[in-house]
């Protein structure tokens, strides 16, 4: 049996401008840069701060950070373990939207040209490889984190990475829980800059971890344990070939 | 004896925009949406493609990226190793300037903020902290490589990570290079997006690794090395502390 595992970036701080902020002037004006109308570009806190302080947002501070998702992204999908297809990635939003990411998808380290994408894909939902024949990015609406868990993908352990979480460093975590009697192992990871998972989150986790004494950035937990998984697939592999 | 490690993102794809390109319409445009004169922006290949293949750069392939440059940095700077002030990060850029970087310098992971910060650096040529007493980013002029190594820090071993390096993993390299008997090692990793270093790069390094059997891109290279170096050091602590 062979070790299935995937990672999710939950309550990911990534969407298009709300409707109550489009006639704001920061908004507007960042629109009209962007050849784009209000409603369609990213909810981008560097530019749409005042906007979003003043529309007295719900959840303000886990909102309008498309960067940190990029970086998270980005290091996921920089890894062996993605390039050779023992990797799925899951955006879920804050806002309850689930995006799936394809098998060998590279995105642009350009921040201009990963925002194109994503506001292509909140548009059109989808975006496909240029012969049309390969999902590259999909977007389903309104899907609970509950339903995407319980629903969708179905993992046999569900495991939290939070900074309130049980003390125990990346390797501990990987070679604990990845085992042979395990076929479907999700790791979740916040895509928010501060605070922890909320309720209907953490109810899901088997368990929740903390890695390090210091809080890490998201994409560095990220790396951490891709990394360590990589080690231990490779450990395996090493195992079953010098038998 | 305490060791002491640095990172160095050499053969940088980071500068302003060269003299010959500032009166093309691209990178004009852009001067005027960031309110900046021509010679001011940073030159950056997702913008300036066309004027760059036009003007027929030299090294045309490293140059542009100013994206690599900021995963790789925010790579380097998230981790504790650097929180914790036991990591010295240098940028040294294929025009052969000299980014010297802060204690607890936190960057923004917002490309636009970022792009800003590079953009007065190049023109200040320091950054300070708003109490005026810290010096965060620091920019040299005319420095060659070989000047830096041997003039400035002055390793007692330069580690090269490179694609056409002997194949090593991130934690042999690691264990076999950061001993008692060294005291200063600094790990370099190309700011480029493709090909190898120069010979004038090369020929400084105490030895050249590749990691893994794919090419990594430089912030993964830069999460795996200080991983280890952690994890090593972290190690040595708990020996000393448990006899």
Redesign the interface.
């Known amino acids: 049996m062979v070790t299935s595992i995937s990672l999710i970036i939950a309550e990911a701080s990534l969407e298009t401008v709300p409707r109550q902020l489009a006639s704001h002037p920061t908004v507007k004006n960042q629109a009209q840069?962007l050849g784009r109308s209000p409603g369609e570009i990213l909810l981008?806190?560097?530019?749409h701060h005042p906007a979003m302080l003043r529309a007295g947002l719900d959840l303000y501070w886990k909102r309008g950070?498309p960067?940190?998702i990029?970086?998270a992204l980005?290091?996921a999908l920089?890894?062996?373990l993605f390039?050779k297809n023992m990797l799925k990635v899951y955006i879920h939003t804050v806002k309850n939207k689930l995006i799936v990411i394809g098998e060998n998808l590279r995105i642009?380290?350009?921040?201009?040209?990963f925002e194109g994408v994503m506001i292509n894909l909140f548009k059109e939902k989808v975006i496909k490889s240029t012969d049309g024949n390969n999902m590259l990015l999909e977007l389903h609406d309104n899907i609970t984190f509950e339903q995407f868990i319980l629903n969708g993908i179905r993992p046999d352990k569900l495991i939290g990475l939070s900074s309130d979480g049980v003390k125990s460093s990346a390797?501990e975590i990987v070679s604990r829980n990845i085992t042979k009697n395990n076929d479907h192992i999700a790791f979740v990871v916040g895509g928010f800059p501060k605070g922890h998972f909320s309720h209907d989150t953490n109810k899901l986790f088997s368990c929740s971890y903390s890695i390090?004494?210091?809080k890490?950035?998201a994409?560095?937990v990220i790396?951490?344990i891709l990394?360590e998984c990589e080690?231990l697939l490779d450990l395996h592999h090493y195992q079953v070939n010098s038998k």
């Open positions: 840069k981008d806190k560097s530019y950070r960067d940190i990029h970086f980005m290091e920089s890894t062996p390039v642009p380290k350009s921040y201009f040209r390797e390090g004494e210091l890490l950035e994409h560095v790396a951490r990394y080690k």
